[in-house]
């Protein structure tokens, strides 16, 4: 099961938030935003809440859709003058690269440099159990830092 959802998460959020061009899906709660995204065995949904301060939680179902695995982060741009669209353009770039480094799936790589903007991801752990904190940088200043944590569902 591990690396199946090692593939799939990497695969899952490559068709979600990542992907500029996907949409969302319907709203699951009042005010919040979706994706979804399913292989057939498992399915992957994210539902976040708020854009230059937000908090979301991603689950994976399996195919009986008992809940399997899950994360919950909290993001936060520090620089008030940049917009949701600003930090989207520095961020979804970044999470496309998920799964193509040793870093577990749950956000992007170790590192990714995007013309002025440098993304980390600094992460404790496994699919099994862990905490991390994603940071974007812009000509060396902190703009943005998200903090995650999660693990599997029984």
């Not at 709660?29 to 854009?51: Q, V």
């Not at 979804?92 to 995007?114: C, H, Q, S, W, Y």
Request: hydrophobic letters at 30%.
């Amino acid at each position: 099961m591990k690396n199946e959802l090692f593939s799939f998460l990497a695969e899952a959020k490559k068709q979600t938030y990542a992907n500029k061009n996907i949409k969302k899906s319907p709203s699951s709660r009042l005010g919040s935003f979706d994706y979804e995204y399913s292989n057939g065995k498992l399915t992957y949904h994210d539902t976040y809440f708020g854009g230059t301060k937000f908090i979301g939680e991603e689950v994976v179902y399996n195919s009986e859709n008992s809940p399997v695995w899950g994360m919950n982060y909290y993001g936060v741009t520090l620089n008030e003058n940049l917009t949701e669209d600003v930090l989207d353009n520095a961020l979804r770039p970044a999470l496309m690269k998920v799964g193509e480094d040793d870093t577990i799936p749950v956000r992007g790589p170790k590192e990714f440099v995007n013309n002025e903007y440098r993304y980390t991801f600094e992460v404790n752990g496994d699919l099994d159990c862990f905490d991390g904190i994603e940071t974007i940088y812009y000509n060396n200043e902190k703009i943005y830092v998200l903090k995650c944590h999660g693990g599997i569902i029984k």
